[in-house]
């Protein structure tokens, strides 16, 4: 699938103003689950495509990816945070 377009989609509607901790914490698997998804080589150019609020916001997705790291999770977020 396009993965750019996911990329997209999950920072669309962020829960930012939600107090409902659940919806939070499933937005956040999510952007570590598209991100996992993308190739080493197709990072950059989805880094590229985002907007400067697109960025700050994938930001702060890696630095909660990194406070709670699940599988093969480390590895991919310092790649993105690498690029970003």
């Not at 962020?14 to 991100?35: C, G, M, S, Y």
């Not at 197709?42 to 890696?62: F, N, P």
Request: glycine share 4%; no cysteine.
């Amino acid at each position: 699938g396009n993965m750019n377009a996911a990329l997209h989609a999950v920072l669309k509607n962020p829960p930012i103003n939600t107090k409902n901790q659940n919806a939070k914490d499933r937005a956040e698997l999510l952007v570590v689950r598209v991100l996992n998804s993308f190739k080493s080589s197709d990072i950059e150019k989805a880094v590229g495509s985002l907007d400067r609020a697109g960025v700050d916001l994938l930001m702060k997705y890696i630095y909660r990816g990194f406070e709670k790291p699940s599988d093969n999770s480390s590895a991919v977020l310092l790649q993105w945070h690498e690029k970003v």
